[in-house]
């Protein structure tokens, strides 16, 4: 039996709209990163950047599960003694939720090239309106690719 490997210049690119409204943002983010990396294609091949155009729409609607809005927290370090800045989640639901979505989808990312390169076909939102109409984008539903 033959296998089917995609090669770089075969590679047809369509874009998706994802709805976070009302959904944990874990679960978008997940489905935004299997899109981008093309895990739901039949000839995905996991050396080949073979992924789609996602955006992602309401993230201001997406919600986090549990505590986490009060527990978890955004940390980043300047590399100076005394460096370390957090920032609760609730905060940046608040102020930006396109940065916590995006950085959802870059966590559950591979820390490669290919998959830096991916992140690049990423628009995310907060509100409803995207300005993507003229690429003419069919809406996904959550849990539509897979392999269930």
């Excluded at 950047?49 to 978890?72: F, P, R, W």
């Excluded at 957090?86 to 905060?91: D, F, G, M, S």
């Excluded at 396109?98 to 959802?104: D, G, L, S, Y």
């Excluded at 290919?114 to 690049?120: F, N, P, Q, V």
Aim: proline share 3%; with cysteine; aromatic share 6%.
């Amino acid at each position: 039996m033959s296998t089917t490997l995609a090669r770089k210049d075969t590679v047809v690119r369509n874009w998706y709209i994802l709805d976070a409204a009302g959904t944990p943002l874990g679960r978008t983010a997940t489905e935004a990163a299997n899109i981008l990396r093309g895990k739901h294609k039949v000839d995905y091949t996991p050396n080949v950047d073979c992924g789609d155009h996602v955006i992602v729409i309401n993230c201001a609607d997406a919600v986090l599960t549990g505590n986490k809005l009060e527990q978890k927290y955004y940390r980043r370090h300047s590399g100076w003694v005394g460096g370390l800045k957090e920032t609760k989640y609730k905060r940046i639901m608040e102020v930006h939720p396109e940065f916590a979505m995006t950085q959802a989808v870059k966590g559950m990312m591979a820390k490669n090239s290919r998959d830096r390169g991916a992140l690049k076909r990423l628009r995310v939102f907060r509100g409803a309106e995207h300005t993507h109409e003229a690429q003419k984008p069919v809406t996904w539903a959550q849990g539509q690719g897979g392999n269930e």
